[in-house]
């Protein structure tokens, strides 16, 4: 079993659970059960605030009792209204929060709320591997996976990026800055999608 990996306080988890799950149907998604009858967005906010327990969450505003339960969990709860339909306007809205209540913040790790089944040692690895690098990612068996840690220097490019892609420009602009982590966590690379993915 690993040792617990030590968790700078500075750093500051974003849940993002703000987006519109096209894909599932017209339900949230967040809040359908897992097969333990846990809700999606739950499990995930569960793991990510066990690891991180300064965090906020990004959700849809239209969910009052999924919001209740997330800030009963600890989380700084922001509303993405419908003009931050994408994912980089949801994200972006978290760095800004981020900034704004954690003024002192010196790093961040970007977690999604469809992917429940990431572990919190997972979680702390990788927020601890922001000693050494300035980008942190999860691999497994060479695939990058969730979530992803950035040191506090990157946001400013964190709030340039737009549309469907999430970070993903940033991380293709820093490929010799990111350290990839190795683990034995599958969970870094299953999201839920549809409702198909939950067997």
Do not use: W
């Not at 505003?61 to 969990?73: Q, R």
Request: with cysteine; aromatic share 4%; charged share 15%.
């Amino acid at each position: 079993m690993l040792a617990a990996s030590p968790v700078p306080s500075s750093t500051v988890g974003i849940l993002l659970a703000g987006g519109f799950s096209r894909r599932f149907g017209p339900q949230n998604k967040l809040t359908q059960r897992l097969t333990d009858g846990e809700m999606i967005g739950i499990r995930s906010a569960r793991t990510l605030i066990a690891a991180l327990p300064v965090a906020i969450a990004v959700v849809r505003e239209n969910d009052p009792d999924f919001t209740a339960s997330l800030a009963a969990l600890g989380y700084h709860v922001v509303l993405c209204h419908m003009q931050h339909a994408l994912m980089a306007d949801s994200l972006k809205l978290g760095i800004q929060s981020a900034q704004a209540v954690f003024p002192h913040l010196t790093g961040l790790v970007i977690a999604l709320a469809d992917m429940p089944y990431i572990q919190v040692e997972t979680i702390r690895q990788v927020t601890a591997g922001l000693a050494q690098a300035s980008i942190v990612q999860p691999v497994m068996q060479g695939q990058p996976g969730h979530p992803v840690a950035f040191a506090s220097r990157l946001i400013p490019e964190l709030l340039t990026i737009e549309g469907e892609q999430g970070a993903r420009e940033v991380l293709r602009a820093h490929q010799a800055d990111i350290l990839r982590l190795e683990c034995q966590d599958p969970g870094i690379l299953k999201d839920i999608d549809t409702p198909a993915d939950l067997g």
